[in-house]
């Protein structure tokens, strides 16, 4: 599904990815923890292709395709998908026509029709209903006014809707009450399948009770610097950081 090999990157001339591997096989689940600063947002950034950030090195592929020629729109429409650790609010669009644009883009990239008002109108409110989410959120401007957790099941529900290859849910999980939290991790869960893959973002072990993953990694200094299982994530949990930057040096 993925494979990163040497990454490098830099924004704002400053170099923040620092010869990164990863390598994502379809179906498995890989969480991605380490410091405030690590370069875990920026690799999210990098991945999708947005604007301000610079490859300077190494490559990723992505379904086989080299993902870092194509424009961030045309990664999405390949279904990359990245939940954003601050999503922005898009006042004046609403978030049905937001998604149905969205959602349009990517059936005519894989060849289908466009869905009718009614059909999309109908699997959106199946949607809301799964991250519980209220109606009238289809209705108002992109996150407008949402609070922090409605954000953050906004976006699980464009997830859904969009049905990606590769997810990337960067701290998805901040900003959750406890309920909310196990309303994202059941979305997530969900949409676990065979030919689709995650990254998960987090800083707190509590999350992956939830969505257990196959992989943890330790993402410090720009570079991953210890990998394991999910067992690796209470450990992290246990003793922090530190012992890691001893062990890798
Ligand atoms: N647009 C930007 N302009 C300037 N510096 C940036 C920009 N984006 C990221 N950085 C810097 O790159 C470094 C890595 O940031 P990043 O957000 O990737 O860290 P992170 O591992 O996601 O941290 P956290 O756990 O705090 O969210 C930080 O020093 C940050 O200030």
Redo the contacts with the bound molecule.
Sequence with gaps: MLSIKDLQAK??E?D?IKGLNLNIKPGEVHAIM??????????GNVLSGRE?YEVTGGTVEFKGKDLLEFEPEERAREGLFLAF?YPVEIPGVSNLEFLKASVDAVREHRGQDPLDSVSFLKLAREKCKAVNLDQNFLKRGVNEGFSGGEKKRNEIMQMMLLEPSLCILD?TDSGLDIDALQVVADGVNSQRSPDRSFIV?T?YQRLLDYIVPDYVHV?ANGRIVKSGGKELALELEEKGYSWIDEEVV
């Design positions: 924004v704002e400053k923040i380490g410091p405030n600063g690590a370069g875990k947002s920026t690799l301000g650790q701290e973002v800083h993402l």
